[in-house]
């Protein structure tokens, strides 16, 4: 597979990249190189090959879920300028 000019320029638009016309033909370059090396892979035979890492051979960890507040209240408090009790004060921004 070979980009041309205008993919390149979509292909920049759609990622925000911000490319000068002078960047373009540089830009399709190293992206048909990359292109090139993802051919290559397609063309390597795996049957037979299992995984070696997958979904399919690794559980993932848990934590037990439970709700904590953490423990530092006191900590967070000392932070703020302004607190009444255990909660923050803030000004008013509604009338």
């Known amino acids: 597979m070979s980009l041309d000019l205008a993919t390149t320029r979509r292909i920049a638009k759609l990622a925000r ?3 000068e016309e002078n960047e373009l033909e540089a830009t399709r370059q190293k992206l ?5 090396w993802i051919d290559q892979l397609a063309e390597v035979d795996v049957t037979g090959v299992p995984p070696m890492v997958g979904t399919e ?3 993932l960890r848990q934590r037990e ?3 904590t507040d953490g423990n530092c209240r006191d900590a967070l408090l000392a932070c703020a300028p302004e ?3 255990p909660f923050y004060t803030v000004p008013k921004v509604v009338e």
């Not at 048909?32 to 090139?36: A, E, F, P, T, V």
């Open 32 to 36: 048909n190189g990359i292109l090139g």
């Open 17 to 19: 990249i911000g490319l």
């Open 65 to 67: 879920d439970k709700v």
């Open 83 to 85: 607190t009444s009790g």
């Open 57 to 59: 051979t690794e559980t």
